[in-house]
């Protein structure tokens, strides 16, 4: 099999200009495709931290509701001594 070498100064002109274009618009495309690589990223991310708010503002939204808070005084109230009961006297129970 036969080897071929190629020297950079035996190419012409217009070959190397057409090489150097070339180049350079795998160069920008490049950039292109890493901006838009990043830029989906952020979005992805975005949504994955959003999705993960949401998720946790729920779970608190639940675990809120499921006690009553309320707020109260406490009022003490004089009890009153309790009476014998008579012999032929009934004690009526409330129900």
Do not use: C
């Amino acid at each position: 099999m036969p080897t071929v070498y190629s020297n950079v100064r035996e190419r012409s002109l217009l070959e190397r200009i057409v090489y150097a274009i070339l180049a350079l618009a795998l160069v920008v495309l490049g950039f292109f495709f890493l901006a838009a690589a990043v830029v989906a990223g952020a979005i992805l991310a975005g949504v994955v931290l959003l999705r993960l708010w949401w998720l946790k503002r729920q779970l608190k939204k639940a675990a809120d509701s499921e006690f009553v808070t309320t707020e109260y005084t406490v009022i003490d109230r004089e009890t009153l001594p309790e009476r014998p009961v008579d012999a032929g006297e009934t004690i009526n129970h409330p129900r």
